[in-house]
């Protein structure tokens, strides 16, 4: 069975969970999207991002086989020592690719 892993990152750490990721031979690929995160918590947000209300932050979408969960979440976990990354697990119903030749 498939899931999909979402991690929520900040900028500075990008590179590194790429490279991590990269690494995994039982990943086919993966989707980063810069996204902006809203938040009623902001003592951590610099100025800028106090006058704008959001802070901007990486979306990584990983589809990967159930089986292999506790090795993707310790390998990224390696990664996010210094900066926690938020994360959630969804089962995947179906995948496949549209207008590909049968």
Known sequence: MKQLLVLITQHNIKDDIVDRLMSLDYLSGFSLINICGFSREHSQYNLKE????YREFYKFEVMHPQQQQAELLAAIAEVCQHN?????????ASNGVLGASE
């Open 84 to 92: 926690p990354c938020r994360y959630w697990i969804v089962p995947i």
């Open 50 to 53: 106090q006058v704008e209300g």
